[in-house]
T-cell receptor, first 115, second 114 residues
Framework: GENVEQHPSTLSVQEGDSAVIKCTYSDSASNYFPWYKQELGKRPQLIIDIRSNVGEKKDQRIAVTLNKTAKHFSLHITETQPEDSAVYFCAASNSRIQGAQKLVFGQGTRLTINP | SAVISQKPSRDICQRGTSLTIQCQVDSQVTMMFWYRQQPGQSLTLIATANQGSEATYESGFVIDKFPISRPNLTFSTLTVSNMSPEDSSIYLC???????????FGPGTRLTVL
């Protein structure tokens, strides 16, 4: 089945700098790649997603890039702010149960923004 | 996105007992899923809750341990049966409106088994 590897497990950056989190996936049939942000004690919140027919997607300070050939995708956060501190999870979808996207998650990255 | 609620938000249970967790959505959704998030870990899919039919379980999860119901398009339950301390986790439901739609998560149920 699908396997998603996420790196780094922890990341600390200075406020205002950029942060990059990378994920690789194993199943070349995967076609949907969301990113979730989870603050302490809260539910995972979708922040951005990308489908396999697109190479890059941007939403304000957040961008995701996808390299299907290399089977990896990355989250880029620019001009980081203290409220960006959280655990970030990537995921990949490789199968359909009755047409639904079934997500396999990476291990998570704990991002800390230092003021 | 849909408004999703879960009950209970947290519970402390004794070994050998069972707990049923409810997930309610404010509008009809096509798909509902149940995930487990062990302390400090990632999310693992337990099963897909199918309306009107048996749930579809992932490898390592069985119906006897995690029976699931989905009587309609807005409600599902997950039961954690014959609990042991290893079942201490956060249990989250997620929903998707359409077949290829984004998944949104409920607030989770934090379960502690003593």
């Amino acid at each position: 089945g699908e396997n998603v590897e996420q790196h780094p497990s922890t990341l600390s950056v200075q406020e205002g700098d950029s942060a990059v989190i990378k994920c690789t996936y194993s199943d070349s049939a995967s076609n949907y790649f969301p990113w979730y942000k989870q603050e302490l004690g809260k539910r995972p919140q979708l922040i951005i997603d990308i489908r396999s027919n697109v190479g890059e997607k941007k939403d304000q300070r957040i961008a995701v890039t996808l390299n299907k050939t290399a089977k990896h995708f990355s989250l880029h956060i620019t001009e980081t702010q203290p409220e960006d501190s959280a655990v970030y999870f990537c995921a990949a979808s490789n199968s359909r149960i009755q047409g639904a996207q079934k997500l396999v998650f990476g291990q998570g990255t704990r991002l800390t923004i230092n003021p | 996105s849909a408004v999703i609620s879960q009950k209970p938000s947290r519970d402390i249970c004794q070994r050998g007992t069972s707990l049923t967790i409810q997930c309610q959505v404010d509008s009809q959704v096509t798909m509902m899923f149940w995930y487990r998030q062990q302390p400090g870990q990632s999310l693992t899919l337990i099963a897909t809750a199918n309306q009107g039919s048996e749930a579809t379980y992932e490898s390592g999860f069985v119906i006897d341990k995690f029976p699931i119901s989905r009587p309609n398009l807005t409600f599902s339950t997950l039961t954690v049966s014959n609990m042991s301390p290893e079942d201490s986790s956060i249990y989250l439901c997620s929903v998707a409106r359409g077949l290829t739609d984004t998944q949104y998560f409920g607030p989770g149920t934090r379960l502690t088994v003593l």
